[in-house]
């Protein structure tokens, strides 16, 4: 049973860091890319990052330079550190199998002064 879960929201003043991770089981971690993508209350689901098996990265033009995805596939865990946030940052963060209909059950991310 594949199964992903996000962990590290909260509430955080603009221009302050967060770091989420996202936990998988029942996958070969390793040989997986992975997503992060965030829903703004309203909105639709909107791809923030992703990064490849060999570690190669994207990012959506609105978090690039501030946000860094990562992983570490001894802990079958990736990441996003999110530095510099801003208000319309907000929104609940789901991890992703690239490629897949499998989600996480989100983390909420709430950035407000």
């Known amino acids: 049973q594949v199964q992903l879960v996000e962990s590290g929201g909260g509430l955080v003043q603009p221009g302050g860091s967060l770091r989420l991770s996202c936990a998988a089981s029942?996958?070969?971690?390793?040989?997986?890319?992975m997503g992060w993508y965030r829903q703004a209350p309203g909105k639709g689901r909107e791809f923030v990052a992703y990064?490849?098996?060999?570690?190669?990265?994207n990012y959506a033009d609105s978090v690039r330079g501030r946000f860094t995805i990562s992983r570490d596939n001894a802990k079958n865990t990736v990441y996003l550190q999110m530095n510099s946030l801003k208000l319309e940052d907000t929104g609940v963060y789901y991890c992703n199998i690239r490629g897949t209909s499998i989600w996480g059950q989100g983390t909420q991310v709430t950035v407000s002064s």
């Open positions: 990064i490849a098996t060999g570690d190669t990265t």
């Open positions: 029942g996958i070969i971690f390793s040989a997986k890319a």
